[in-house]
Structure formats: C-alpha cells, structure tokens
C-alpha cells in the first residue's frame, strides 16, 4: 500500500517516493524530445533545407480554333474541338467547298486550306508573350501526307509554331496530300489533329 | 431634436445616393470584348526558386467554356533546348528527368461544359539534374468523328521554371539598327544567348543618345524566357523621329539582379 502513495513522511520529512519520480522523469524527457523535433520540422529551423520551393504563378492560357475569312469552314464542336470541313478528298475531284484549294498533279493531289488558332492570356500578369504550338495526327494515317504549316504530321507530337504570339490570331496552313491510287470511296478522311500549347 | 436629426440623417442618406448614381452615370461602361468560347488553363506559368533534392505542389484549373463536356489526360514533359531550338520530351526519357517525377492527384480530368476542374501536380527536383523547365499538360483525348472533315481537339500545359542555382549569363551579340523608312519605325534588335544553367527572363531597354550624350528617346524590349542554351532575338521599335547626326544606342537588360549593358553607334543621314 505504501507502494502506491507517491509521497510520505519519514521522520517528520516530506519525502517523494521513486515510484512517483522516474515515470514522471520519463515522460517529461520523451516530451522534450519529440517537441524540439516537431519543432524543427514544423517551423523550418535553419538548420535544414525547406522542402518546398518559393513558386511564383503568373497568366492563364487560353485556346480557340477560329474561322478566317479565306479559310474553310469550322463546324461547330466547341472551341476546344472543332472540325475543319474539306469536303470529298479524291483525286480528281473538284472542290465545292468554299476556300478550300484543290491542286492536282500528276501523282497526286494537294488540298490546302486555312484555320485560326486564337491564342490569349486571359489571367493577371504574365511572364509570356507567345507560346509554342504543337500538333500531331490522332491516328496513323498511310495513305494520306497531312501537313501544318508545312511540317509533316505523324503521331509524335511536332512544333509548328515555335513562337505563337498571344492576344492574336495565328493563321494555320493546313495540307493534305493524296496520291492517285486513293479511290473516291477510301478518300473520307477520319483523323483528327490534336494541338497542343505551351507557354513560353 | 430628433425630429432634426432623423431629417439630417436622411440629408445625408440622399446626398450620398445622388453621388453615387452620379458617379455610375459618368463612370464609362466596361468595353464588351467579343470573346470566342475556348478552353484556358491557368497558371500559364510557375516559376519555382530552390534547390536539388525540394518540391513544389501547385494546382491547375482547367475552365471550359465551351458547350461540350471535355477530357483530358494528365501527362508531363521535361522541356530542354536542343541545337538551339526548344524540345518536349516525355517524362522520364532524359536522365535525371524532372518530368518523371511528376505526380498528378488524378490521371484522367473531365471538365463539363462552362464548368472548371483542378489538378494538383506535385514535383520533386533531383538531387543532380540539368532539367530546368517541365510543361504539365491537359492533353485533349475527345476525338471527333467526322466524315470529310478533320478533327482538331486542343490541349494545354502549364510551363513551370526552376531556379537551382546563381549559376546565370546572358551573352549578347552585335546590336543591329534598321534605320526607319517611310513606312516603318526605326528598329533595334539584337540576339542574346543564355550561356548558363538557369532560366531568366531579362528585360531590357534601348536609350538612345545624341552625339553630346544626351538621351533623346527610349523603347522597351519585350520580355521573354530564354531556357538554358536558348538564343533569342529581342527587338524594338523606336517610334521617335530622329535629326540627321550620330547617335549611340545603349541597349540595358536585367535579370536576376544582374545588368547586361551592350551598345554600339549609327549615323541618320
């Protein structure tokens, strides 16, 4: 019983028993420990290196296909997706689409037209004034040569425009090339080009 | 007494409603700019400060504000500069990528039609790299069919910058003057080189000086990136007209507390 009675008298002294003394030793230490290194960790000491790094962010970046009076028509599909019209794609076929241009040589034809990619920095501030346009071929496509602004699509994403100017329209030049042996019937074009812009 | 106070009060309550219907009515009304419905992502760019071995989190917004749901995957690519022209390469190609550390809070994004969704994106810089910009791209899975027609589906990446080291130069070359025509401005332009391994993003400015030095007019240059290894040329157009004499121009760019000073003389006639 005495065991458990943290402080007595012995001799007419105020004594504070072991049993008291050392678990309220211990616990006190592990909190010191733990404390001073939640501390460290949590306040940044300057002892070690912050985790995180200062960011600075600026602008916000927007994208719209447009149409451009001497281009082919955009059908609708939201500005993000659109569609470029082209009409039938065969070799020896005439264009009935407006501004769409059909040259047909002696192999093959060539199909040109224009689009606008409208670029904007639609937020506060900015550290840039252009940005780099990219495109590629949603699908691999064999029988049909499909050029932007004279670079050849592929799937692997290609730069078409290294410095696109934001807060203007962009005229894009797009090229399909069709040789003779594409029949009228296999001439539908199902692809897509996928654009993608980064800022600079 | 309370009676002249209630009617003071109510003096006070109308003068300030005709001030304030006055002022709406000179203040001019906000210019409606025709904006097409497009997709944006924002921040556009994150310049990130600190060492090898730190981490940044950032959010991305996507806003859509088109009529049409969208979907877009997340997808990061170490951005270097190769035989002096920019090159995305997918995460993880280069070594030490910065790119292939990126971690998305989620993979796949759909963003309904005039609405936004936000993506974290988390990246942690080697201990040794010599990777300094990575582009965090939504990139637009919605392919349209068609038939002859051709799809275009637009996707958009956040550029974000990291400052390592004080390692920065910038190494400009000959200043070139076209002098102004009658249908153009006097032009100052010159290329700069980033012979460093730090992105910096210089401003500059031309002074232009009269043969007893004294400043007759000033253009700014536009700002612009230039990544490790990146050449870029910065021009400006000097809209003043000057005397027939000798001038100096004294071009001035500064970065990252640095000042870069180049200059060089011509004659108008």
């Known amino acids: 019983m005495e065991w458990f009675t943290a402080i007595g008298t012995i001799g007419g002294r105020c004594v504070i028993r072991l049993c008291f003394v050392l678990p309220v ?5 592990s909190l010191t420990i733990d404390g001073w290194t939640q501390k460290k960790g949590t306040t940044g000491h300057t002892s070690r290196p912050a985790l995180k ?14 149409n451009l009076p001497d281009g082919a028509l955009l059908a609708p599909g939201g500005a993000g997706q659109r569609a470029l019209d082209l009409g039938q794609v065969a070799y020896g076929a005439v264009s009935r689409t407006p501004n769409v241009q059909i040259r047909t040589l002696k192999d093959r034809m060539i199909v040109t037209t224009r689009f606008g990619l409208e670029l904007r920095n639609t937020g506060a501030g900015g550290t840039f004034a252009t940005a780099t346009v990219l495109a590629s071929l949603a699908f691999p496509d064999s029988a049909r ?56 | 007494m309370r009676e002249m106070l209630k009617q003071a009060i109510l003096k006070i309550l109308a003068a300030g409603w005709m001030l304030t219907s006055a002022a709406a009515q000179l203040a001019p009304a906000p210019a409606q700019e025709v904006v097409p419905p497009s997709i944006s992502l924002s921040p556009a760019v994150i310049m990130a400060r600190g060492s090898f071995g730190q981490a940044l989190t950032q959010t991305l917004t996507m806003s859509n504000q088109t009529g049409a749901e969208m979907t877009f995957v997340m997808e990061a690519f170490d951005e270097i500069v190769k035989d002096g022209k920019r090159v995305f390469v997918p995460a993880g190609e280069l070594p030490h990528s910065v790119a292939a550390t990126a971690v998305f809070s989620q993979k796949k994004v759909f963003v309904k039609a005039h609405s936004s969704a936000s993506v974290d994106v988390h990246l942690t810089i080697p201990q040794e790299t ?24 637009a996707s958009l990446a956040t550029l974000i910058t990291f400052n390592l080291t004080p390692n920065v130069a910038l190494q400009p070359e000959t200043i070139r003057v076209a002098l102004p025509t009658e249908t153009s401005n006097m032009n100052i332009a010159l290329w700069i080189g980033n012979t460093a391994t730090e992105p910096v993003v210089p401003e500059g400015l031309a002074a232009v000086l009269d043969s007893a030095g004294k400043l007759v007019g000033k ?47 011509f004659t108008i006639k």
């Open chain 1, 53 to 66: 790094m200062q960011t600075q962010a600026t602008g916000s970046v927007s994208v719209a296909f447009v």
């Open chain 2, 130 to 153: 010599s990777v300094r910009a990575v582009s965090a791209m939504f990139r637009g899975t919605d392919v349209l069919p068609s038939r002859n027609a051709v799809g275009m589906t």
């Open chain 2, 219 to 265: 253009a700014a240059f536009p700002s612009q990136r230039l990544l490790p290894g990146e050449r870029l040329e910065f021009a400006a157009d000097f809209p003043d007209t000057l005397k027939p004499g000798d001038y100096k121009v004294l071009c001035s760019f500064q970065y990252e507390g640095k000042t870069l000073t180049t200059d060089t003389i």
């Open chain 1, 25 to 29: 030793l211990v616990l006190g230490s």
């Open chain 1, 145 to 200: 040569t499909v050029r932007i602004e004279g670079v050849k699509m592929g799937l692997a994403p290609q730069i078409v425009q290294p410095r696109a100017r934001l807060g203007a329209t962009s005229a894009c030049r797009f090229e399909i090339e069709v040789p003779v042996s594409l029949t009228e019937k296999d001439a539908q074009m199902r692809n897509s080009i996928l654009f993608q812009v980064v800022p600079n």
